[in-house]
């Protein structure tokens, strides 16, 4: 719908969303071998740890996350 | 540890993901999870979402305040907007209660923003505008720790 | 199209990340390029930075305040702080020159502000605190050009 196309245009940080979503998965394949590892859930500094990615790549990288599922969001809206 | 930002913005719908990539860089110094940072950054994107669909519906020019302070482990956020405010806030909040149904809300701002923080209050006058406050805690508190 | 936002923060160096993804985040609906992108985000570390450092030296309970101006695709930033000031602003500017050598500081800070903007201008009172204006044209405007 125009809602999807608005935001992907809209959105300069789709064009950096590869390395975003790549980053993206291995944040999330580390934050559920930690939290399997320890029972509980892993922070951003043990994250950034083990993925070597600094911080702010992460608060980046889960902002693409976010995008994708609210482009999901709006399709079975 | 205490640790304090205010942001003021064009309530323009293209700033909600500005005001929600602000907060939750603010608060990664307080080590959260992904789990606690994606909590507020859904519950700021309700609450900015709101002041510009509902508080300035039809209004030009309006601006949305946010203030943030950290607080030892606690996060304390309100969302202030200078519009048409809120009749009656304890129907606003319920579930599913929408005054927008055209546009496809869905009535569950309210509800998640309560869920996925600790506390919530709304506090609003019918055209003087309207304050979303909120709080969490943030579980981890190894970077307080680390101080000396 | 015309956006705009100011932010105010506590002068603590935990904040300089904070404020650097803030500012991209604000810029990011007009489509930048990663380079441009980058550019904006090492001119606000190297100006936030100076006003933790040099503004604030020693000075508890700083406030440093970020203006935003988005004007068509020219973005204005202001980065202001209500510390010590420079005396000579001339040569405070010069490439390599610090008052902190012992702190590692390379004396690039206004070079690069310099370099990676289009504008730079620097007005500072000792005493009084020091107001650092940028200006920069953000190349791709497609997103302007889809307005209706
Ligand atoms: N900032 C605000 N200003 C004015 N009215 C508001 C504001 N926030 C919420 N409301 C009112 O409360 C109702 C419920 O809000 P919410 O739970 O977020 O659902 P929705 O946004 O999907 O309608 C809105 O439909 C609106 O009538
Ligand atoms: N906001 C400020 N307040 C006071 N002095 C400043 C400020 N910004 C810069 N200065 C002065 O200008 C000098 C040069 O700044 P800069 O080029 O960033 O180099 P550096 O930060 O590495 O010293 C600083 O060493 C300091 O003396
Ligand atoms: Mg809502
Ligand atoms: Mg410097």
Same mark, same amino acid.
């Given at each position: 719908s125009g809602e999807i196309k608005r935001f992907l245009r809209d959105d300069g940080m789709v064009k950096v969303s590869r390395t975003l979503k790549e980053n993206g998965w291995k944040i999330k394949q580390t934050a559920e071998k930690i939290s399997y590892e320890q029972g509980r859930e892993a922070t951003l500094e043990e994250i950034s740890k083990l993925t070597e990615l600094s911080i702010e790549d992460i608060v980046m990288a889960m902002e693409a996350n976010v995008e994708v599922e609210s482009i999901y969001k709006s399709v079975y809206q | 540890m205490r640790n304090e930002m205010t942001m003021e913005f064009d309530?323009?719908? $293209?700033n909600e993901a500005f005001a929600r990539i602000s907060v939750a860089a603010f608060i990664s110094f307080l080590n959260p999870t992904l789990e606690e940072m994606s909590d507020v950054k859904t519950a700021v994107s309700e609450a900015v979402t709101n002041a510009v669909i509902?508080?300035?519906?039809?209004? $030009?020019?309006g601006k949305v305040v946010i203030n943030c302070l950290i607080e030892k482990d606690v996060l304390h956020i309100e969302v202030i907007d200078k519009?048409?405010?809120? $009749?009656n806030i304890e129907r606003a909040m $319920?579930?599913?209660?929408?005054?927008?149904?055209e546009l496809n809300r869905s009535g569950m701002g309210f509800p998640f923003m309560e869920a996925f923080m600790d506390d919530l209050e709304v506090i609003s006058e019918p055209d003087k505008g309207t304050i979303v406050q909120m709080k969490k805690k943030i579980g981890c508190t190894s970077w307080i720790e680390d101080e000396e």
């Open positions: - | 309530a323009i719908s $293209e509902h508080g300035y519906d039809g209004i $030009e020019g519009g048409k405010g809120i $009749e $319920e579930p599913l209660f929408t005054t927008k149904p």
